[in-house]
């Protein structure tokens, strides 16, 4: 066992602490500080610029808990587009849907990507996937200026609003979302902790609701973001986001770790403190 | 701003850390050694043998989940048991319920409850009810032993299964427990976590499943536990837990920061590798 420590510091006063068992990759791209290494209890785990990503032992938390509630209650999930996911778990939970045709991906950073595949292989194991069209580019440019055929389903997998991800939390982009996003289409996106980064969580829910008609945060645990509870949001023109297509979820309940229908109805009930 | 920083370590693997603004205590008790400290974002926070138990910040998540569920939905709620729960918390829920007559609490270490009260008056607020018969002692002789009315509903809020709780996780504390909890009667306990301590959390739904005739775990954020997610369990002869008394519910939800009856039901929501 090695004595070295990793640690994601979180504002000035927490600090998240991992062993680290080797290190994989430490590189400075051309828009972030990437990290791999191979952690004692967590497998390996991908940092950007200091902030924990995605770790072996527990992305199928928040892989599944973004994906599946809106894959399971859109009207139709045949075209999907996935902004960010540059380890390839959210193109992953996106492809076990049989009904998918197309997944879009547009990541910004070529090389997490590379690191990704190179380190992460039991974490993104769609890439061969024909019906993945993975692009790399800035999915603000994407969504405001591709000529493309409506999504049924976007995913925006973003990493904290520090770095190449600030301008994934503006109005702008949402509207942008909304342009190739299908009229019954379902926009889902992580939406950070509503408890240790309670301003952020609320300030997404107040600019996606400028947006979009209707807005509902659903909670699960991400053991990595080391905040108890995290949150994501479904958003669109009208879509319940817990009136679940049985078929669909059957289906996937067989693949998941921790989705299942009672969680997916379960995660919609809003704390009561964050109720208005 | 210190520079000093407080760890819990979890076994070999994961640290967090909180930085420190100010030591309170730092005592080696019978039983443990107390420390309780200022954060710079938690507010208090208490640990015993170097194990976060409870922050300011954060302590309703846990206290308001052990409690509220099994208060809303046993059938009477006249006498309660908590067992453990130095720091005043549950003891304080309980008595929110304004069905409770009498709260009998039985915590080992009195250095845990005298630290508390000076250090924690924001937590332990109910010090002064007189429906509180606060008892020095060992939980599993009074269980075993004390000569008593049957109590309705029956908390254990005890730390992880070392030092002085190891006995709190054992088939005979449990069936203790069945001898002082009345036939309508409902037992609810923290059962740690569910992710990171699986193998603990398993266990301690195998022996209640050998003492209970009805077992039911359910989850929620815990966030200075650090994994995640948290589970809690209720057990009895056969009250199913999510069915809520409203009245009791409502009257609770106007003073909960966590719990409200979605919330409530939402939790016993059994993530999909926990099912058989």
Redesign the interface.
Known sequence: ?TNE?Y?EQF?????????VRRRLVTEQSEFQKIELFE????GRVLALDGVYQTSEA?EY?YHEMLVHPAMTSAPRIRRALVIGGGDGGTAREVLKHPEVEQCVMVEIDARVVEACKAHLPAIGTAWDDPRLDLRIGDGIAFVKEADTEPFDVIFLDGSDPIGPSTGLYDEAFYRGCTRVLAPHGVFALQSESP??MRGIFLRIQETLRRVFGRVDPYFG??????????SWTCASRGIDPTAIVDARAERI?TQ?????R??H?????????L?R
């Open positions: 066992m420590w640690y504002e000035n006063h927490t600090r998240l602490g991992m062993r952690a004692e209890r967590y527990e938390f408890f240790l645990p991400a053991p990595i973001y080391g905040c108890g509870i995290w309940e998941s770790r921790y989705y299942n009672d969680v109805r379960g995660a919609f009930a809003v704390p009561n403190d109720r």
